[in-house]
T-cell receptor, first 110, second 112 residues
Framework: TQLLEQSPQFLSIQEGENLTVYCNSSSVFSSLQWYRQEPGEGPVLLVTVVTGGEVKKLKRLTFQFGDARKDSSLHITAAQPGDTGLYLCAGETGANNLFFGTGTRLTVIP | DTAVSQTPKYLVTQMGNDKSIKCEQNLGHDTMYWYKQDSKKFLKIMFSYNNKELIINETVPNRFSPKSPDKAHLNLHINSLELGDSAVYFC???????????FGSGTRLTVV
């Protein structure tokens, strides 16, 4: 089992603030995915990054894959209450092997 | 039209019982999965299955068994339920490597 550590585990911020979530591992991944999960629902895919150093932007969310393909970050600009949720990174090591991180629970206070 | 649907949403049962959770996907994906999410929200792979190969996480007790009648269905059968089996179980499917997984909305299993 590959271990992906996310930090922080919990994050509570005011609306309009910026934040960064980190996902770190000692393993190399062929792709790194980010999901958001809301209560009572399954995780929903936000983005997939596959190339070391790759940066992808999704509106106010910026995702980066580390050069060595072992880590990733998620940066949210001007957070909104609708961003509240559990953010999960997940690394793929090969076909049909997706391992999830420990999760970051984000609360954005209006 | 739900992409990955699993039933039931909630399941409360006594220790020692046998139960099944059903999962269906209408995405035409080749691979389906079962994940277990514990009380700390950690998601752990239990099984992955396509029409060629079943991969079992070695930490999963053999009381758990996936059953796939066809490519669109992967059911989870659990024998002799134990208190520690209480968790939320998610079904998921995917097509290509790196293409992302689509998850169902989960089944909350409570063993009493």
């Amino acid at each position: 089992t590959q271990l992906l550590e996310q930090s922080p585990q919990f994050l509570s911020i005011q609306e309009g603030e910026n934040l960064t979530v980190y996902c770190n591992s000692s393993s190399v991944f062929s792709s790194l995915q980010w999901y958001r999960q809301e209560p009572g629902e399954g995780p929903v895919l936000l983005v997939t990054v596959v190339t070391g150093g790759e940066v992808k932007k999704l509106k106010r969310l910026t995702f980066q894959f580390g050069d060595a393909r072992k880590d990733s970050s998620l940066h949210i600009t001007a957070a909104q209450p609708g961003d509240t949720g559990l953010y999960l990174c997940a690394g793929e090591t090969g076909a049909n092997n997706l391992f999830f991180g420990t999760g970051t629970r984000l609360t954005v206070i209006p | 039209d739900t992409a990955v649907s699993q039933t039931p949403k909630y399941l409360v049962t006594q220790m020692g019982n046998d139960k099944s959770i059903k999962c269906e996907q209408n995405l035409g994906h080749d691979t389906m999965y079962w994940y277990k999410q514990d009380s700390k929200k950690f998601l752990k792979i239990m099984f992955s299955y396509n029409n060629k190969e079943l991969i079992i996480n070695e930490t999963v007790p053999n009381r758990f068994s996936p059953k796939s009648p066809d490519k669109a269905h992967l059911n989870l059968h659990i024998n002799s339920l134990e208190l520690g089996d209480s968790a939320v179980y998610f079904c998921a499917s995917s097509q290509d490597r790196g293409g992302g997984y689509t998850f169902g909305s989960g089944t909350r299993l409570t063993v009493v």
